[in-house]
Protein backbone atom coordinates (compact mmCIF):
# COMPACT_ATOMS: atom_id res chain seq x y z
CA UNK A 1 0.00 0.00 0.00
CA UNK A 2 1.39 3.19 -0.84
CA UNK A 3 2.25 5.32 1.90
CA UNK A 4 0.33 8.56 2.77
CA UNK A 5 2.52 11.91 3.15
CA UNK A 6 3.37 12.97 6.24
CA UNK A 7 1.02 15.81 7.61
CA UNK A 8 2.49 18.74 8.87
CA UNK A 9 1.17 22.72 9.53
CA UNK A 10 2.81 25.08 11.20
CA UNK A 11 2.24 25.63 14.79
CA UNK A 12 -0.25 22.45 14.98
CA UNK A 13 1.37 19.58 17.53
CA UNK A 14 1.68 15.68 16.43
CA UNK A 15 1.05 12.72 18.37
CA UNK A 16 4.19 10.49 17.79
CA UNK A 17 5.07 6.88 18.35
CA UNK A 18 8.07 4.59 17.65
CA UNK A 19 7.98 1.36 18.54
CA UNK A 20 10.30 -1.80 18.83
CA UNK A 21 10.89 -3.99 16.11
CA UNK A 22 8.32 -7.27 16.91
CA UNK A 23 7.31 -5.02 19.97
CA UNK A 24 10.74 -6.24 21.33
CA UNK A 25 12.12 -4.40 24.88
CA UNK A 26 14.26 -1.10 23.39
CA UNK A 27 15.04 0.14 26.99
CA UNK A 28 16.27 -2.34 29.55
CA UNK A 29 18.24 -0.09 31.84
CA UNK A 30 17.73 3.25 33.42
CA UNK A 31 20.80 4.16 31.29
CA UNK A 32 18.30 3.41 28.43
CA UNK A 33 16.15 5.39 29.21
CA UNK A 34 18.70 8.53 29.49
CA UNK A 35 20.68 8.07 26.89
CA UNK A 36 17.33 8.30 24.96
CA UNK A 37 16.31 10.98 26.48
CA UNK A 38 19.67 13.07 25.72
CA UNK A 39 19.24 12.22 22.58
CA UNK A 40 15.84 13.74 22.51
CA UNK A 41 16.70 16.56 23.87
CA UNK A 42 19.83 17.45 21.66
CA UNK A 43 17.63 16.35 18.48
CA UNK A 44 14.58 18.56 19.61
CA UNK A 45 16.58 21.56 20.45
CA UNK A 46 19.17 21.01 16.87
CA UNK A 47 15.86 20.95 14.54
CA UNK A 48 13.58 23.12 16.74
CA UNK A 49 10.79 21.11 17.71
CA UNK A 50 9.16 21.65 21.00
CA UNK A 51 8.24 18.87 23.34
CA UNK A 52 5.31 19.14 25.19
CA UNK A 53 4.92 15.85 26.69
CA UNK A 54 6.53 11.99 26.42
CA UNK A 55 6.35 8.51 28.06
CA UNK A 56 9.11 5.94 27.25
CA UNK A 57 7.54 2.50 27.41
CA UNK A 58 9.26 -0.90 27.48
CA UNK A 59 9.05 -1.24 23.72
CA UNK A 60 7.92 1.86 22.49
CA UNK A 61 7.56 6.03 22.62
CA UNK A 62 5.29 8.38 22.94
CA UNK A 63 5.53 12.03 22.28
CA UNK A 64 3.97 14.78 22.16
CA UNK A 65 5.81 17.73 20.09
CA UNK A 66 5.30 20.87 17.89
CA UNK A 67 7.45 21.04 14.80
CA UNK A 68 8.77 24.53 13.31
CA UNK A 69 9.03 23.08 10.29
CA UNK A 70 8.06 19.97 7.89
CA UNK A 71 11.27 18.80 8.24
CA UNK A 72 11.73 19.37 11.96
CA UNK A 73 10.26 15.81 13.56
CA UNK A 74 11.75 13.62 10.65
CA UNK A 75 15.02 14.85 11.22
CA UNK A 76 14.52 14.69 14.74
CA UNK A 77 13.40 10.92 15.25
CA UNK A 78 16.19 10.50 12.61
CA UNK A 79 18.88 11.61 15.05
CA UNK A 80 17.40 10.09 17.95
CA UNK A 81 17.03 6.50 15.88
CA UNK A 82 19.99 6.69 14.58
CA UNK A 83 22.61 7.33 17.45
CA UNK A 84 19.96 5.18 19.90
CA UNK A 85 20.72 2.19 18.25
CA UNK A 86 23.84 2.61 17.65
CA UNK A 87 24.42 2.75 21.16
CA UNK A 88 22.13 0.18 21.94
CA UNK A 89 23.50 -2.53 19.29
CA UNK A 90 27.35 -1.69 20.86
CA UNK A 91 26.02 -2.10 24.43
CA UNK A 92 24.01 -5.08 24.37
CA UNK A 93 26.39 -6.51 21.50
CA UNK A 94 23.46 -7.18 18.81
CA UNK A 95 22.93 -5.92 15.34
CA UNK A 96 20.44 -5.07 13.06
CA UNK A 97 17.52 -2.55 13.46
CA UNK A 98 15.77 -1.87 16.79
CA UNK A 99 12.61 -0.19 15.46
CA UNK A 100 9.78 -1.66 13.81
CA UNK A 101 9.42 0.34 10.19
CA UNK A 102 8.68 4.37 10.63
CA UNK A 103 7.13 5.72 13.42
CA UNK A 104 3.84 7.11 13.60
CA UNK A 105 2.23 10.69 13.86
CA UNK A 106 -0.59 11.84 13.52
CA UNK A 107 -1.77 15.92 13.15
CA UNK A 108 -3.89 17.25 16.29
CA UNK A 109 -6.55 19.70 16.80
CA UNK A 110 -5.09 21.30 19.85
CA UNK A 111 -8.23 22.96 21.04
CA UNK A 112 -10.62 19.72 21.37
CA UNK A 113 -7.42 16.57 21.95
CA UNK A 114 -4.49 18.40 23.07
CA UNK A 115 -4.90 18.27 27.06
CA UNK A 116 -6.51 14.67 26.37
CA UNK A 117 -3.67 13.48 24.49
CA UNK A 118 -1.47 14.67 26.89
CA UNK A 119 -3.14 12.46 29.46
CA UNK A 120 -3.24 9.60 27.35
CA UNK A 121 0.49 9.73 26.72
CA UNK A 122 0.92 10.22 30.57
CA UNK A 123 -1.42 7.38 32.10
CA UNK A 124 0.28 4.53 29.66
CA UNK A 125 2.44 3.32 32.94
CA UNK A 126 -0.74 2.95 34.87
CA UNK A 127 -2.59 1.45 31.70
CA UNK A 128 0.47 -1.07 31.36
CA UNK A 129 0.26 -1.99 35.18
CA UNK A 130 3.76 -0.83 35.60
CA UNK A 131 2.98 1.65 38.18
CA UNK A 132 -0.09 2.50 40.25
CA UNK A 133 0.23 5.91 40.92
CA UNK A 134 1.59 8.33 38.00
CA UNK A 135 4.33 10.07 40.19
CA UNK A 136 6.26 6.66 40.90
CA UNK A 137 7.25 6.49 37.34
CA UNK A 138 10.05 8.54 36.42
CA UNK A 139 10.59 8.23 32.82
CA UNK A 140 7.72 10.30 31.60
CA UNK A 141 6.22 14.17 31.36
CA UNK A 142 3.94 13.76 33.70
CA UNK A 143 5.94 15.26 37.36
CA UNK A 144 6.77 18.10 35.30
CA UNK A 145 3.46 18.98 34.07
CA UNK A 146 1.88 18.22 37.08
CA UNK A 147 3.88 18.94 39.88
CA UNK A 148 6.59 21.56 38.18
CA UNK A 149 9.54 19.07 38.67
CA UNK A 150 12.34 20.63 36.13
CA UNK A 151 12.61 18.85 32.80
CA UNK A 152 14.54 20.34 30.66
CA UNK A 153 12.56 18.52 27.14
CA UNK A 154 9.51 20.20 28.00
CA UNK A 155 7.95 23.29 26.76
CA UNK A 156 4.74 24.03 27.68
CA UNK A 157 1.74 24.06 25.45
CA UNK A 158 -0.27 27.62 25.23
CA UNK A 159 -3.55 25.76 26.17
CA UNK A 160 -1.25 24.37 29.14
CA UNK A 161 -0.11 27.91 30.17
CA UNK A 162 -3.72 28.93 29.80
CA UNK A 163 -4.94 26.48 32.51
CA UNK A 164 -3.66 28.95 35.27
CA UNK A 165 -2.39 32.42 36.11
CA UNK A 166 0.72 31.03 38.15
CA UNK A 167 2.61 27.93 37.59
CA UNK A 168 0.96 26.31 40.65
CA UNK A 169 -2.76 26.92 39.09
CA UNK A 170 -1.30 25.36 36.03
CA UNK A 171 -0.37 22.11 37.79
CA UNK A 172 -3.20 21.95 40.37
CA UNK A 173 -5.96 22.14 37.08
CA UNK A 174 -3.36 19.72 35.28
CA UNK A 175 -3.75 17.22 37.76
CA UNK A 176 -7.64 17.66 38.27
CA UNK A 177 -7.96 16.45 34.68
CA UNK A 178 -6.98 13.28 35.30
CA UNK A 179 -9.62 12.40 38.20
CA UNK A 180 -11.85 11.83 34.86
CA UNK A 181 -10.96 8.73 32.89
CA UNK A 182 -10.62 9.04 29.03
CA UNK A 183 -13.88 8.31 27.22
CA UNK A 184 -13.59 4.93 25.34
CA UNK A 185 -14.67 6.91 22.41
CA UNK A 186 -11.48 9.72 22.33
CA UNK A 187 -8.97 6.86 23.06
CA UNK A 188 -10.47 5.06 20.50
CA UNK A 189 -9.79 8.06 18.05
CA UNK A 190 -6.30 8.84 19.06
CA UNK A 191 -5.76 5.37 18.63
CA UNK A 192 -6.81 4.48 14.61
CA UNK A 193 -5.53 8.64 13.77
CA UNK A 194 -2.28 7.67 14.84
CA UNK A 195 -2.28 4.21 13.63
CA UNK A 196 -3.59 5.27 10.26
CA UNK A 197 -1.70 8.89 9.83
CA UNK A 198 -5.37 10.63 9.99
CA UNK A 199 -5.61 13.68 11.73
CA UNK A 200 -7.52 13.97 15.11
CA UNK A 201 -10.39 15.85 15.14
CA UNK A 202 -13.44 16.70 14.19
CA UNK A 203 -15.03 16.32 10.83
CA UNK A 204 -14.45 20.53 10.17
CA UNK A 205 -10.45 20.25 11.58
CA UNK A 206 -10.13 17.32 8.73
CA UNK A 207 -11.16 18.96 6.40
CA UNK A 208 -9.52 21.86 6.71
CA UNK A 209 -6.35 20.17 6.98
CA UNK A 210 -7.00 18.03 4.00
CA UNK A 211 -7.52 21.73 1.97
CA UNK A 212 -4.14 23.05 3.55
CA UNK A 213 -1.95 20.10 3.18
CA UNK A 214 -3.47 18.52 0.11
CA UNK A 215 -3.81 15.30 1.57
CA UNK A 216 -6.34 12.72 3.01
CA UNK A 217 -6.19 13.75 6.64
CA UNK A 218 -9.53 11.14 7.46
CA UNK A 219 -11.23 7.95 5.95
CA UNK A 220 -14.08 9.01 3.53
CA UNK A 221 -17.19 7.33 3.09
CA UNK A 222 -16.83 4.01 0.65
CA UNK A 223 -19.20 3.27 -2.12
CA UNK A 224 -20.57 5.39 -5.23
CA UNK A 225 -20.62 9.31 -4.89
CA UNK A 226 -24.35 10.31 -4.60
CA UNK A 227 -25.78 11.82 -7.67
CA UNK A 228 -27.02 15.32 -7.60
CA UNK A 229 -30.41 13.75 -7.68
CA UNK A 230 -29.93 11.74 -4.51
CA UNK A 231 -28.69 14.74 -2.32
CA UNK A 232 -31.60 16.53 -3.23
CA UNK A 233 -33.98 13.48 -2.35
CA UNK A 234 -31.75 13.28 0.88
CA UNK A 235 -31.70 16.84 1.78
CA UNK A 236 -35.87 17.46 1.37
CA UNK A 237 -37.82 16.28 4.57
CA UNK A 238 -41.14 16.84 2.54
CA UNK A 239 -39.61 14.14 -0.37
CA UNK A 240 -41.50 10.77 -0.71
CA UNK A 241 -41.50 7.93 -3.16
CA UNK A 242 -42.65 4.69 -2.75
CA UNK A 243 -41.07 3.40 -5.89
CA UNK A 244 -37.63 4.89 -3.88
CA UNK A 245 -37.89 3.76 -0.62
Keep these: MT ?4 LFLPDQPLHVIQRGNNR ?12 YLRCLKEASDE ?3 AIHAYALMRNHVHLLVTPETESSLPKTMQSIGRRYVQYFNHIYGRTGTLWEGRYKSTLIDSERYLLTCMRYIELNPVRAKIVEQLDDYPWSSYRANAHGMTDELITPHSLYISLGSTDKERQKAYRELFSAEISREDMDNIREATNKAWALGGSSFCAKVETLTE ?9 RKKSKAMN ?13 Y
Design 3 to 6: RLPR
Design 47 to 49: ESI
Design 232 to 244: QIESDPNFYDPNF
Design 215 to 223: RQAMPHPRG
Design 24 to 35: ETIFMTNADHRF
